[in-house]
């Protein structure tokens, strides 16, 4: 069983950064494939970033590339998504997952086992 906790959301003016935490519970924790979603009012959840156990393997959504940064702390049990030049599109409820069933990750919700409860970014124009 894993349980997560995000935080760091915020409200944010074009152009500004914000860092993303989610802390993770659970003893299994580091064999877990972590992935970051979002989703704005009206639309489908949809694949923000996702970084392998391991942290060989790290994909981004065309949108968020060159902007957006996963990175792990194991230490700390901790994933984070950086996110730096921040748009008004990029305004959503942003939600970690983990997943057990592919070291890898994916792209997709149904790739994932477990969620946190989401954290809103607000970004101003």
């Known amino acids: 069983q894993v349980q997560l906790v995000e935080s760091g959301g915020g409200l944010v003016q074009a152009g500004g950064s914000l860092r993303l935490s989610c802390a993770a519970s659970?003893?299994?924790?580091?064999?877990?494939?972590m992935g970051w979603f979002r989703q704005a009012p009206g639309k489908e959840r949809e694949f923000v970033a996702a970084?392998?156990?391991?942290?060989?393997?790290?994909i981004y959504a065309d949108s968020v590339k060159g902007r957006f940064t996963i990175s792990r702390d194991s230490a700390k049990n901790t994933v984070y998504l950086q996110m730096n030049s921040l748009k008004p599109e990029d305004t959503a409820v942003y939600y970690c997952?983990?997943?057990?069933?592919?070291?890898?990750?994916?792209?997709?919700?149904?790739?994932?086992?477990?969620w946190g409860q989401g954290t809103q970014v607000t970004v101003s124009s």
């Open positions: 970084r392998s156990w391991s942290g060989g393997s790290k």
């Open positions: 659970g003893r299994t924790f580091s064999t877990y494939a």
């Open positions: 997952a983990a997943s057990g069933k592919s070291g890898i990750g994916g792209t997709s919700p149904s790739d994932y086992d477990y």
